[in-house]
């Protein structure tokens, strides 16, 4: 008995020693004090395009885009009431739409990318404190008419409404397997901008939309070129009849090239080339699409170029079609005759100077009104071609009195 009471007494010393060397609070990490500064507002602080900030100030935004999806990668989106901004971060991090947070400014740099100002080196914890959550702004409401204007706040989040997906981007998902997909977003007036989505957002294996209806999005801009970053497919909502009552077309895509990073899969054959032209067709990496043009220094040049497309098989009874957006130019050639520009189908081109094979032409319905101003037109494969392999060629020819540029891009083919 003596014994169990020795052990017990020995039991609840050590209890006591081991409960008094134990801190009633764990020790909590250090959370650092970030002082303000100097506040700016964000109109303020893009005045200041190159700083490499160092006095100590802040600026406070509402997020209105994040990394959640995945569409966009250590950068977010912000907002007050003068204007929006492009946070780009060192790391990723967990700011979600509707946190209200302040910058501290020193350590980053205010620069300007493609014309778009962002806020850069931007560190989420030693830069950013989170203030409030559940802070959405309402998206601005505007016009397809206000990008043509430029008149949309760059980086602001904005809604716009009767608009669809261009004819040919129909059936085909947001992004490329391998790539960034841009799709043409459409008015019933012909006026456009294009829906940037990275293959890495949730979404980008998505089917975009065939209706017509609005869109919320990130008003963005590389250059010239507008561009809306799309935050999630919820606030995409086209279930409505298309422009002028318009069938969306039907069919699987079997075959499609946005000429994103090059020529894809496609051939170049110029049996006609005079000196000083050093190609007929060629990619534009700038703008996304491929070109044709004879016309170099002011001079017209006698040419033919063809941009042939790999072996397609279509199979069945099913008429296919070929859906692409094309653009001719300059203003002073907009009204060359089209003969100069023109769609071709053959079963049994291979290789080598595409003459020496049999082609059938296809008439382009549409060519557009504008200078540049590009528009989708759709074409049926000749049913001849159906169980067939086949391959389709642009075929551009000038002379040494005109010429004139022509472009294509987001072709499609369906069945």
């Not at 490329?176 to 799709?183: F, N, S």
């Not at 507008?226 to 009552?245: A, D, F």
Request: aromatic share 10%.
């Amino acid at each position: 008995m003596l014994k169990n009471k020795f052990s017990l007494a020995i039991i609840a010393a050590f209890m006591l020693f081991v409960s008094s060397c134990v801190k009633d609070n764990l020790d909590t990490p250090p959370i650092p004090t970030l002082p303000i500064g100097e506040v700016y507002t964000i109109s303020e602080l893009i005045t200041k395009t190159g700083t490499q900030f160092v006095d100590t100030a802040s600026v406070y935004g509402t997020v209105t885009a994040d990394e959640a999806s995945g569409n966009l990668y250590k950068t977010i989106y912000i907002e007050d009431a003068t204007g929006a901004l492009n946070v780009r971060m060192t790391a990723t991090s967990g700011m979600r739409v509707g946190d209200y947070i302040r910058v501290y400014l020193p350590g980053t740099v205010l620069s300007k990318y493609g014309g778009m100002h962002q806020l850069d080196q931007v560190h989420p914890d030693n830069n950013i404190v989170i203030l409030a959550n559940a802070k959405d702004i309402e998206p601005e409401l505007v016009t397809m008419a206000d990008f043509a204007n430029n008149s949309v706040p760059v980086a602001k989040l904005i809604r716009l409404e009767d608009v669809q997906f261009n004819t040919g981007d129909l059936g085909l998902p947001y992004a490329e397997l391998d790539g960034y997909g841009q799709r043409t977003l459409e008015d019933c007036d012909g006026n456009s901008v294009i829906v940037r989505t990275s293959n890495y957002a949730s979404f980008a294996k998505h089917i975009i939309p065939s209706g017509k209806g609005s869109i919320v999005a990130i008003a963005s801009k590389y250059n010239t070129t507008w561009q809306l970053l799309v935050r999630n497919t919820l606030e995409i909502n086209m279930t409505g009849e298309r422009c002028g009552g318009e069938e969306p077309p039907t069919g699987d895509v079997i075959f499609s090239e946005t000429f994103e990073t090059g020529q894809g899969d496609f051939t170049l054959e110029n049996p006609i080339m005079n000196a000083p032209v050093t190609y007929i067709w060629t990619h534009d990496a700038s703008y996304k699409y491929m070109k044709a043009s004879a016309y170099v220094s002011g001079a017209n040049y006698l040419s033919e170029g063809w941009l042939i497309s790999p072996a397609i098989n279509l199979s069945g009874e099913n008429d296919a079609t070929l859906t692409f957006e094309h653009a001719i130019g300059p203003a002073a050639q907009m009204g060359i005759d089209k003969k100069y520009f023109t769609l071709w189908f053959s079963t049994n081109y291979t290789t080598g100077n595409p003459n020496d094979a049999t082609w059938t032409q296809v008439t382009i319905p549409n060519f557009g009104t504008t200078a540049w101003g590009f528009v989708s037109t759709t074409v049926t494969v000749p049913s001849a071609m159906n169980n067939a392999s086949v391959r389709f060629a642009y075929k551009y020819t000038s002379t040494n009195s005109e010429s004139a540029t022509w472009e294509i891009k987001n072709v499609v083919v369906k069945q």
